[in-house]
């Protein structure tokens, strides 16, 4: 949505480019160097793994893919998914890419949401990331705990404002690409052999 209240649709290619694009980093240590924020919300279900899969065309017979190392390690995650592909070739490429990408998915913490304070002038940059961030922009979340620090890496999936007179806050929803492509210099979506790549 634009400033003007126009809906801005995206192709798949759009998404993908937008997903590999330059991190904000962001960390609850000041002086880091990162864009300190006010509060984070985790995920620590595994509801989102997925390590048995069947997708079945319309009209076709329908094509399943599994892990059977991530159904040993983490029990059956199964899912059943209908779509508009025309062969079976299709139905099992989307299902072995269902699988690459979500067959550790929950194993990892993963970051439902950040809230930065973007209102005074101690910190330009929480207030330049609330204005220019948008959908699909990559993002790397630390958290300094006892045992160690939680680092997380997602994607925008939905922007909140809360302004007052005297308050600025923006809530960044979080999600984790469902599916990636292959970006040239990418750290994230730029390595063979990893993840939805991997098949």
Not at 154 to 160: D, P
């Amino acid at each position: 949505m634009d400033q003007r209240g126009y809906a801005k649709f995206l192709s798949r290619n759009d998404i993908i480019v937008a997903e590999g694009g330059t991190v904000t980093k962001f960390s609850d240590v000041p002086g880091s160097g990162d864009i300190t924020y006010q509060a984070v919300e985790f995920d620590i279900s595994d509801y989102q793994m997925i390590n048995k899969v069947t997708v079945t065309p319309n009209g076709l017979s329908g094509q399943t893919a599994s892990d059977s190392e991530s159904i040993d390690d983490y029990f059956q995650h199964s899912r059943v998914r209908n779509g508009i592909m025309q062969t079976e070739s299709d139905a099992l490429n989307q299902a072995k890419m269902i699988i690459a990408s979500r067959k550790e998915q929950g194993v990892n913490i993963q970051l439902n949401s950040l809230t930065v304070d973007a209102y005074g002038s101690n910190d330009p940059s929480r207030v330049i990331a609330a204005l220019n961030l948008d959908i699909f922009d990559p993002i790397e979340v630390t958290q300094t705990l006892p045992a160690g620090n939680v680092v997380t890496d997602s994607v925008i999936a939905g922007l909140t404002y809360q302004i007052t007179p005297k308050s600025f806050m923006v809530t960044f929803s979080c999600a984790q690409p469902f599916a990636v492509g292959f970006l040239l210099d990418s750290t994230v979506d730029g390595i063979l052999d990893e993840d939805s790549l991997a098949y």
